[in-house]
């Protein structure tokens, strides 16, 4: 999950850079404003945080991704070193790194719904 805000100059998505659950949690730690500078423009400005929202990180989804890939490769490896073989034994190991990646992903969806339902 990524916090952004859109630049009031040049309507350019600029990452905030710090980190919450929620917008409450953001409030407690910086108070009304946070104050950012567009990437883009290098306009500074204060900006009030109800204006932040979350939005995936897809960085984070590719990594989830390969990390599921490779424990597939290590399954197999594994596996075929002990000596277990048979085509349902390979599609129950190929099911747990897919089962991993889609709920790292609906968490990470269940974070953005919160992050963006909840305003202050
Ligand atoms: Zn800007």
Redesign the pocket.
């Known amino acids: 999950m990524k916090l952004s805000v859109i630049?009031s100059?040049?309507?350019?998505e600029?990452p905030v850079g710090v980190n919450a659950p929620d917008l409450g949690i953001l409030r407690v730690e910086y108070g009304e404003t946070i104050n950012i500078e567009?990437?883009?423009?290098?306009?500074r400005k204060d900006y009030i945080i109800n204006r932040i929202y979350a939005t995936g990180n897809p960085f984070a989804t590719l990594v989830t991704f390969f990390i599921s890939l490779g424990l597939v490769f290590v399954f197999t490896f594994v596996a075929s070193f002990i000596g277990i073989n048979g085509v349902y034994f390979y599609g129950s190991i190929g099911g747990i790194p897919l089962l991993i990646f889609a709920t790292v992903q609906a968490s990470q969806k269940r974070k953005l719904r919160i992050f963006n339902s909840y305003r202050v």
């Open positions: 630049c100059n040049c309507k350019n600029i567009c990437r883009k423009c290098e306009n």
